[in-house]
């Protein structure tokens, strides 16, 4: 029984042994060389030459929500949430009981969503 004991503490520690390392990769240089996408939010809007606005033609997951295009739910900030010379995406939800979508859905929040144009 002791043997038993012994060989599952040591399978115990042997799997754990690895726990809690992080891998050491080197950083990445953030260049446009090798950047496959960037936006700097640097401007006043959202770029759409960079981004779709998606709309609600469907519900996504069962979502309570209604994906609109509106500068009140995704705009850009250069205020106090961004930290340096670029701005910063805010995609915001509100709550808009009962809004109604142009396919006659209602939905009690409104939010953005995006993706990026190929």
Not at 22 to 40: H, K, L
Not at 61 to 75: G, I, L
């Amino acid at each position: 029984m002791s043997c038993r004991i012994e060989l599952l503490t040591i399978f115990a520690l042997s799997c754990l042994a690895g726990v809690g390392r992080a891998q050491s990769t080197s950083p990445v240089a953030e260049t446009a060389d090798n950047a496959i996408f960037v936006d700097e939010f640097d401007g006043q809007s959202l770029d759409r030459n960079k981004w779709n606005v998606v709309l609600t033609g469907f519900v996504y997951n069962r979502e309570e929500q209604a994906y609109v295009d509106s500068t009140e739910t995704v705009y850009i900030s250069h205020e106090a949430d961004a930290a340096g010379t670029d701005g910063v995406l805010v995609i915001h939800p509100r709550y808009r009981a009962g809004y109604e979508t142009p396919e006659g859905r209602k939905f009690d929040f409104i939010s953005g969503r995006i993706n990026t144009r190929d």
